[in-house]
């Protein structure tokens, strides 16, 4: 019995080891299809967002057909930035260039275009930008309303330098102004809308850098330049009605309109409020737009000019033209005039009768005063 117990025991033990083993078996199981689950949900997350960026990257490359009038004013009049690849519709994008692209595609635009197809104007985008065939791939930027500019080789190897040169391109420029021709050439002789910051002694701050970047990238088709007021004058400084302070920089907008006989005239506008960001925007918002109201702005009739500042000179003191006294001098000095105070003295205490004192001469010897020349001031 004892026996038998004992092996009845061990069955019942064997019995209970072999179903917690299925158990566990069975939780593992479960626990590896929950595994599995997340694994493949993961795949199909990364082939969804693969696919989609894939999708996204075809999207934002746009194809530029130049028989579309609206392309073409898009592209190469309208002053916004662009990447453009000269390629036919059905070819193979080069690496560097797809690459290049997704990094910019969130900040400038890119474009697809076939360069030997015909512009309006019957010319080839070579031959009307003077764009070279033989530099592969035929990368250029555009923007600002200037001429494109063609990306060369050295920025063509790796996709970061192309994108990277490809952002310096279409950046756009404040000028500097040192005078009036360099006026003309940035400012005055374009066609468009120009504002010119009067800047103060004060550098720009770093945050006025910034948000001038920004303001200047609304107006992409306004040229922008700026001069020292404190080394410079413009000859329509009475545009500028309050004076210039530390931190206030003030601005002029120009801006050229066409008379019904066919002649041109600038008009000027100046702006002598708040120089922050919101102030700005406002203001250039309301009065650089090519048909904006140009009520407010004035007429001018003459050439804008660009002088420097004569530089100030310190006023000459009067002791510095006269020639230095020696002691002797200082000393014969003091003697006169103890004398002439004794006789004063004299003349009100008399102690006694002296002749007759001829006061007249003593006061024309007294009126006698150092003349100074005011030539010499």
Not at 121 to 129: A, M
Not at 309 to 331: L, N, V, Y
Request: aromatic content about 8%; some cysteine.
């Amino acid at each position: 019995m004892a026996k038998g117990s004992t092996k009845g025991g061990g069955n019942a033990g064997a019995n209970n080891a072999k179903e917690m083993k299925m158990f566990l078996k069975n939780r593992m199981w479960k626990d590896h299809w929950q595994v599995l689950v997340g694994v493949s949900a993961v795949v199909v997350a990364l082939f969804a967002y693969f696919f989609l960026q894939h999708a996204n990257s075809e999207q934002s490359i746009q194809l530029i057909h130049l028989s579309n009038k609206v392309d073409v004013d898009r592209v190469f009049r309208s002053g916004e930035p662009w990447i453009v690849l000269c390629s036919k519709e059905d070819s193979v994008l080069p690496e560097v260039f797809d690459k290049a692209s997704k990094r910019l595609s969130s900040k400038i635009n890119v474009g697809v275009v076939d360069c030997n197809g015909r512009l309006p104007s019957g010319k080839t985008v070579y031959n009307k930008f003077l764009i070279r065939d033989d530099i592969v791939p035929t990368v250029f930027t555009v923007a600002n309303g200037e001429k494109p500019k063609q990306l060369f080789l050295n920025y063509l190897q790796k996709p970061k330098a192309l994108a990277s040169q490809a952002l310096v391109q279409v950046k756009k420029t404040l000028h500097e102004v040192q005078n009036t021709k360099q006026l003309e050439d940035k400012c005055l002789g374009k066609s468009t809308s120009c504002v010119l910051i009067y800047r103060t002694g004060k550098k720009f701050d770093e945050y006025q850098k910034t948000w001038l970047q920004t303001v200047m990238e609304r107006h992409r088709l306004v040229k922008f330049a700026w001069m020292d007021s404190s080394i410079l004058s413009l000859s329509v400084e009475s545009l500028l009605k309050k004076p210039a302070t530390q931190n206030q920089h003030r601005l002029v907008v120009f801006k050229k309109v066409q008379s019904t006989d066919g002649n041109t005239t600038t008009l000027a506008k100046s702006y002598t409020s708040y120089f922050e960001q919101l102030a700005v925007e406002a203001f250039l918002d309301e009065h650089v737009a090519a048909k904006g109201d140009t009520d407010s702005f004035r007429p001018l009739t003459k050439p804008v000019t660009v002088k420097r500042r004569p530089k100030p000179t310190p006023a000459t003191k009067q002791t510095d033209s006269q020639p230095k006294r020696t002691a002797e001098d200082i000393a014969e000095l003091e003697r006169q005039r103890r004398a002439r105070m004794d006789e004063e003295s004299q003349q009100f205490y008399p102690e006694e009768v002296d002749e007759p004192v001829d006061v007249a001469a003593d006061i024309d010897d007294e009126d006698e005063d150092v003349v100074i020349d005011l030539d010499d001031l």
